[in-house]
């Protein structure tokens, strides 16, 4: 689903690179927490994933498409089956809680009747069908995320990144969207999300990416926040545990195959429906 | 593409930069209302042109006693000169360029003069010995009158050969260089609104921002991102050359028709059918050229 095979993003101008020869394979319907210490690269990770940004080497694998040398004409197509949040939700602050979420699907093109069906029923999974009719600047700070999230899995996406989505939220509301992006999960689509949030990851126990300085430096299933590694910089246990997993990428690309004709289909859905 | 969510976004794009596409309407009116107007002044010539060339004569004038001595060292041309010419105007070399030809003796000539110069003092003072007799040659295809002009200049008692068609060429070329001086204009401010097109579509993708941020994330393809952004300026210049046509129009209803050919009935003018003629060509290069413009700016200032 997901493969980084020693990508590293090296930005104009910046000293050392946000990312430095990653490699990371992530299986559809995982949960993934990205951790690490600010500027550690989690939003660059992201970013790469949802082709904001382009590695400047190594290859990179999202559903199906090679992210480097995938031509922009392509991109669209891609990012609808992806859905993303942030942590200061991004929403439209002119437009009602039903008009944001709808307009994430009029861009693409489905009809009105479409969006007629799927806006609430999606309202309703994340919890807000009663304030449908509010502007964001009447809700509380958890219901524009869940807004937010209703945006990004009204088209439902493959994939869900979330950049500290939480990052705003106290820990009960944190919960709360939490419980979400599990029940999300739980549907099928595979997430991941960057977080400074202890509690949560502890909690949850799901693989853990520790990403240090670029480097990813932990790589548990069913783990918790806190690193088992000292402090300093152990750059050798990263490069212990990369051999094994540099390889892999390769093969592991062969699977991404069989996935392929599953998104053909909601490819091809999406263009029945965009006419 | 949904029709309406289309109109609601350009809808939102004009209202949101209302003075802007106001001076895009302006820019565009008035420069296409240059090239409209130079059109005019291109097709008023050609019609002069077939008008006029088709009147032209070519006159050769004879010597008289107070003509130049370097030119008529002989004075008053005689007979023979009379018939040298007469002969070579019947000659098999010159027959095929001739269409007619007429004598016009001191008496004629003096008689038109007094006609044209009757209210001149000069009328008074002029002797018809000082007119020259003229040989008005009517050519068969006017430009090749330079066959009769060079077959003339330089014979001995004749004075000068004059093709009219010189005189006419001196108006033309003023027109010419009034209708080059509109199109000069007209670019110069077709410029500046391919200029404030680009600007306006830069102000309106920086409004929008937010709502561009979130098409791009959940996929809009480029095209729908664009569309409207392109449109707000195509409809914008829309407008402004629709007014332009319209001015076109106006000028040869009420400046051409209503004022210049009452005033000079005998000079046929530029009707309303060759106003438009123009009106699609006018509409239709403000259109593209707004298209080009915002196109051009989205491009640079939308990267997907
Ligand atoms: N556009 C850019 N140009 C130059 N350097 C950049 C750019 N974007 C990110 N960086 C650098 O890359 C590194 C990783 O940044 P990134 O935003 O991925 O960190 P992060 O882990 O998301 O941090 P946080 O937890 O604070 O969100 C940082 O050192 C940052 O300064
Ligand atoms: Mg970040």
Same mark, same amino acid.
């Given at each position: 689903?997901?493969?980084?095979?020693?990508?590293?993003?090296?930005?104009?101008?910046?000293?050392?690179?946000?990312?430095?020869?990653?490699?990371?394979?992530?299986?559809?319907?995982?949960?993934?927490?990205?951790?690490?210490?600010?500027?550690?690269?989690?939003?660059?990770?992201?970013?790469?994933?949802?082709?904001?940004? /382009?590695? !400047?080497?190594?290859?990179?694998?999202?559903?199906?498409?090679?992210?480097?040398?995938?031509?922009? *004409?392509?991109?669209?197509?891609?990012? *609808?089956? &992806?859905?993303?949040?942030?942590?200061?939700?991004?929403?439209?602050?002119?437009?009602?809680?039903?008009?944001?979420?709808?307009?994430?699907?009029?861009?693409?093109?489905? !009809? !009105?009747?479409?969006?007629?069906?799927?806006?609430?029923?999606?309202?309703?999974?994340?919890?807000?069908?009663?304030?449908?009719?509010?502007?964001?600047?009447?809700?509380?700070?958890?219901?524009?995320?869940?807004?937010?999230?209703?945006?990004?899995?009204?088209?439902?996406?493959?994939?869900?990144?979330?950049?500290?989505?939480?990052?705003?939220?106290?820990?009960?509301?944190?919960?709360?969207?939490?419980?979400?992006?599990?029940?999300?999960?739980?549907?099928?689509?595979?997430?991941? &999300?960057?977080?400074?949030?202890?509690?949560?990851?502890?909690?949850?126990?799901? *693989?853990?990416?520790?990403?240090?300085?670029?480097? /990813?430096?932990?790589?548990?299933?069913?783990?918790?926040?806190?690193?088992?590694?000292? /402090?300093?910089?152990?750059?050798?246990?990263?490069?212990?545990?990369?051999?094994?997993?540099?390889?892999?990428?390769?093969?592991?690309?062969?699977?991404?195959?069989?996935?392929?004709?599953?998104?053909?289909?909601?490819?091809?859905?999406?263009?029945?429906?965009?006419? | 593409?949904?029709?309406?969510?289309?109109?609601?976004?350009?809808?939102?794009?004009?209202?949101?930069?209302?003075?802007?596409?106001?001076?895009?309407?302006?820019?565009?009116?008035?420069?296409?209302?240059?090239?409209?107007? =130079?059109? #005019?002044?291109?097709?008023?010539?050609?019609?002069?042109?077939?008008?006029?060339?088709?009147?032209?004569?070519?006159?050769?004038?004879?010597?008289?006693?107070?003509?130049?001595?370097?030119?008529?060292?002989?004075?008053?041309?005689?007979?023979?000169?009379?018939?040298?010419?007469?002969?070579? #105007?019947? @000659?098999?070399?010159?027959?095929?360029?001739?269409?007619?030809?007429?004598?016009?003796?001191?008496?004629?000539?003096?008689?038109?003069?007094?006609?044209?110069?009757?209210?001149?003092?000069?009328?008074?003072?002029?002797?018809?010995?000082?007119?020259?007799?003229?040989?008005?040659?009517?050519?068969?295809?006017?430009?090749?009158?330079?066959?009769?002009?060079?077959?003339?200049?330089?014979?001995?008692?004749?004075?000068?050969?004059?093709?009219?068609?010189?005189?006419? @060429?001196?108006?033309?070329?003023?027109?010419?260089?009034?209708?080059?001086?509109?199109?000069?204009?007209? =670019?110069?401010?077709?410029? $500046?609104?391919?200029?404030?097109?680009?600007?306006?579509?830069?102000?309106?993708?920086?409004?929008?921002?937010?709502?561009?941020?979130?098409?791009?994330?959940?996929?809009?393809?480029?095209?729908?991102?664009?569309?409207?952004?392109?449109?707000?300026?195509?409809?914008?210049?829309?407008?402004?050359?629709?007014?332009?046509?319209?001015?076109?129009? =106006?000028?040869?209803?009420?400046?051409?028709?209503?004022? #210049?050919?009452?005033?000079?009935?005998?000079?046929?003018?530029?009707?309303?059918?060759?106003?438009?003629?123009?009106?699609?060509?006018?509409?239709? $290069?403000?259109?593209?050229?707004?298209?080009?413009? $915002?196109?051009?700016?989205?491009?640079?200032? #939308?990267?997907?």
């Amino acid at each position: 689903m997901i493969s980084f095979s020693n990508v590293t993003k090296q930005h104009k101008g910046a000293p050392k690179p946000a990312l430095d020869a990653v490699s990371l394979e992530i299986e559809r319907g995982d949960f993934v927490f990205l951790v690490g210490a600010s500027g550690s690269g989690k939003s660059t990770l992201l970013r790469l994933m949802l082709r904001e940004e /382009i590695a !400047s080497r190594g290859d990179l694998f999202v559903l199906g498409q090679n992210l480097v040398t995938i031509p922009s *004409r392509k991109v669209p197509a891609l990012r *609808r089956k &992806m859905g993303v949040v942030f942590q200061d939700f991004r929403l439209l602050p002119n437009k009602t809680v039903f008009q944001n979420v709808a307009f994430s699907l009029e861009v693409i093109g489905k !009809s !009105s009747a479409y969006i007629a069906d799927a806006v609430p029923e999606v309202l309703r999974l994340v919890g807000l069908e009663e304030k449908a009719d509010r502007l964001p600047n009447e809700l509380s700070g958890g219901e524009q995320q869940r807004v937010a999230l209703a945006r990004a899995i009204v088209n439902k996406p493959d994939l869900l990144l979330a950049d500290e989505p939480t990052g705003n939220l106290d820990p009960a509301t944190s919960a709360g969207i939490v419980s979400l992006l599990e029940k999300i999960n739980q549907n099928g689509t595979t997430i991941v &999300m960057a977080t400074h949030d202890v509690g949560i990851v502890d909690r949850l126990k799901r *693989r853990v990416i520790e990403l240090r300085g670029g480097v /990813i430096v932990r790589d548990d299933k069913k783990s918790g926040y806190e690193t088992a590694l000292p /402090i300093t910089d152990q750059v050798p246990i990263s490069s212990d545990t990369e051999p094994e997993q540099g390889n892999e990428p390769e093969q592991a690309n062969e699977p991404e195959q069989g996935n392929e004709p599953e998104s053909r289909i909601s490819s091809t859905d999406q263009a029945e429906e965009q006419e | 593409m949904k029709f309406g969510f289309l109109m609601r976004e350009i809808g939102q794009g004009l209202s949101r930069n209302v003075s802007m596409i106001v001076s895009i309407i302006l820019v565009t009116f008035l420069s296409l209302t240059f090239v409209g107007t =130079a059109g #005019l002044l291109q097709a008023q010539i050609g019609q002069m042109k077939t008008y006029w060339y088709d009147k032209a004569q070519v006159a050769i004038y004879l010597c008289t006693d107070t003509s130049p001595a370097d030119a008529c060292p002989q004075g008053e041309a005689s007979s023979d000169v009379k018939a040298t010419v007469e002969a070579a #105007l019947k @000659d098999a070399a010159l027959t095929p360029f001739v269409e007619r030809y007429y004598f016009e003796d001191h008496q004629a000539a003096y008689d038109k003069f007094q006609e044209q110069f009757a209210d001149n003092a000069v009328a008074k003072y002029v002797k018809k010995e000082q007119l020259n007799e003229t040989y008005w040659v009517k050519v068969k295809d006017p430009n090749k009158s330079a066959v009769i002009v060079e077959s003339f200049t330089g014979v001995a008692g004749v004075e000068e050969v004059r093709d009219q068609r010189s005189y006419l @060429d001196q108006i033309f070329s003023i027109l010419n260089a009034a209708s080059i001086a509109a199109v000069g204009i007209a =670019a110069i401010m077709l410029a $500046s609104a391919v200029l404030l097109i680009s600007t306006t579509i830069r102000l309106s993708a920086f409004s929008r921002r937010r709502e561009i941020g979130i098409m791009r994330l959940v996929g809009a393809s480029n095209f729908y991102i664009q569309l409207p952004f392109i449109l707000e300026g195509v409809v914008a210049a829309t407008i402004g050359s629709v007014l332009a046509s319209g001015a076109v129009v =106006a000028i040869v209803v009420f400046f051409v028709q209503g004022y #210049l050919a009452q005033r000079l009935p005998l000079t046929s003018f530029v009707g309303v059918d060759d106003a438009l003629l123009l009106m699609p060509l006018i509409i239709g $290069s403000g259109v593209v050229l707004a298209a080009i413009a $915002s196109g051009f700016a989205i491009r640079r200032y #939308l990267k997907i």
